[in-house]
């Protein structure tokens, strides 16, 4: 199986739109065998989902995501885990080992746009 998560440094990127890298980290016996970085550009970026299906990816997992984006993924037959953050290697253990926290309240953004609004910043919306 392989595992992709859009990272920035080490840690999982908060803006799955604005990530330039990308790990797919192979697993075998329940454990990262290997890892493969993509550095991404704007071209590259455009066709990411496709990219990850030639790359065998069955999950990508992601700080927030348009649902846009996500349902592009997601046509190629991936599995999208989003709301997560912290550093990749210890992201993908958690999930190896059924420990993952995900926070549904992540991206309050996003949830607007489902329904055909946008959230208004205030005071309980943070920048990421």
């Known amino acids: 199986m392989n595992i992709a998560v859009p990272i920035y440094g080490e840690r999982v990127m908060p803006r799955f739109g604005l990530t330039r890298e990308i790990i797919i980290a192979a697993v075998a016996n329940g454990n990262i065998a290997s890892e493969t970085r993509l550095t991404l550009t704007a071209e590259s970026f455009m066709v990411l989902p496709k990219t990850l299906h030639v790359e065998q990816v069955s999950i990508v997992i992601c700080g927030g995501i348009h649902p ?54 205030g005071p309980q919306h943070r920048r990421i």
């Open 68 to 121: 846009r984006f996500q349902q592009a993924i997601e046509r190629q037959h991936i599995q999208v885990i989003w709301g997560v953050i912290g550093v990749w290697r210890d992201v993908v253990q958690a999930y190896l080992g059924g420990t993952l926290q995900t926070d549904p309240a992540f991206c309050l953004h996003r949830h607007g746009h489902r329904r055909g609004f946008r959230f208004r910043q």
